[in-house]
């Protein structure tokens, strides 16, 4: 398996070689963690709708460290208090996993770069 930039995700990454010295495996980037969540949430009891288009489900939970954040098929985004990292893991679905380039080739791959605005599956 590699990434889609053509590298083995088990093989370190070295940087700034310099004769004589060893190579030091550069610093792992955060891992950012995209949950799909096609089901209305509601943290608290209280259901989360987009701010921006009024969407009450159909979201990618974006989980960075502790920080939950949610994006709607509309590229609205926002950083969701209400949201703890345990709750999204929970929304991890069993299955294969993608490792994407970038943000914005996960947006596209998993359809929430606001081509599907407004549109519901399911
Ligand atoms: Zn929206």
Known sequence: MTTPDGRDPHTPRYT????????????EPPAVLAIPHPAPLTPRGILITCPS??????????????????RCRCTMEWLEHDLDAEEA???????????WASMEEMYRGLGFDGILAHAYFG
């Open 53 to 70: 288009c009024g969407a009450e489900r159909d979201w990618l939970l974006i989980q960075v460290g502790p920080q939950v954040f949610v």
């Open 16 to 27: 700034n070689y310099r004769f004589g010295q060893s190579p030091e495996p550069a610093p």
């Open 89 to 99: 893991a929970q929304a991890r679905q069993p299955g294969p996993e993608t490792e």
